[in-house]
């Protein structure tokens, strides 16, 4: 299997602009994560997903971000508008099951900077 | 609520000698408790896991970890680390409803050789 599978890699844009994530989680896992990694703040998670349903949106910052997932085997994060504090690497997780005993695989992660 | 602490921020070890990375949770029952590892530019990856039984977890990559409910830790060791363990390893609970990972602010391991 490919693993967990992040688009783009790197994403450079100005603050007001749209800006989205994208991810590809295993083949035949049922839950996806997005988490978001700063300095500050460190690894955070921002929503999940189980059975393309969205289970916990708590961790999302504001308004400004929305996740969909319409389908078992894609997922998006939009941030509209971006601003300059959102920059951060935001990674993809998926796992087999919504338990923390199912093994979250991570993808490699989007890198983004919004100036 | 449930959440873990990495004392060291950075740590650096000789090629050959022996690891131990420090990590504290705070949570009354049994936690379930992970080590991840993140390389540079890479995501992370699960080392090991804990949730109840031996407190003696091995791992993948020669690592190990022991839970100790009288210290509140769960620290990770390696008996010889090489140049390629150089990484950020994050230390991780569950949540409450143990559906999702709190992560620590992770430790950065640098091996000098």
């Known amino acids: 299997d490919a693993g967990v599978i992040q688009s783009p890699r790197h994403e450079v844009t100005e603050m007001g602009q749209e800006v989205t994530l994208r991810c590809k989680p295993i083949?035949?896992?049922?839950?996806l994560f997005w988490y978001r990694q700063t300095m500050m703040r460190g690894l955070e998670l921002l929503i999940y997903?189980?059975?393309?349903?969205?289970?916990?949106d708590s961790g999302m910052p504001e308004d400004r971000f929305s996740a969909k997932m319409p389908n078992a085997s894609f997922s998006t994060l939009k941030i509209q508008p971006s601003e300059p504090r959102d920059s951060a690497v935001y990674f993809c997780?998926?796992?087999?099951?919504?338990?923390?005993?199912?093994?979250?695989?991570f993808g490699p992660g989007t890198r983004l900077t919004v100036l | 609520a449930q959440s873990v602490t990495q004392p060291d921020i950075h740590i650096t070890v000789s090629e050959g000698a022996s690891l131990e990375l420090r990590c504290n949770y705070s949570?009354?029952?049994?936690?379930?408790l992970f080590w991840y590892v993140q390389s540079p530019g890479q995501g992370l990856q699960l080392l090991l896991k804990?949730?109840?039984?031996?407190?003696l977890v091995q791992g993948i990559k020669g690592f190990e970890a022991e839970f100790k409910r009288s210290q509140s830790s769960f620290n990770l060791r390696k008996p010889s680390v090489h140049w390629s363990d150089a990484a950020e390893y994050f230390c991780?609970?569950?949540?409450?409803?143990?559906?999702?990972?709190?992560f620590g602010k992770g430790t950065t391991l640098s091996v000098s050789s």
């Open positions: 997780a998926s796992s087999e099951g919504p338990r923390a005993t199912d093994t979250q695989y």
């Open positions: 083949s035949g896992h049922n839950s």
């Open positions: 997903f189980n059975n393309n349903v969205p289970i916990d």
């Open positions: 949570y009354g029952a049994t936690p379930y």
């Open positions: 804990y949730f109840s039984g031996d407190t």
């Open positions: 991780a609970t569950a949540n409450q409803a143990g559906t999702a990972l709190i």
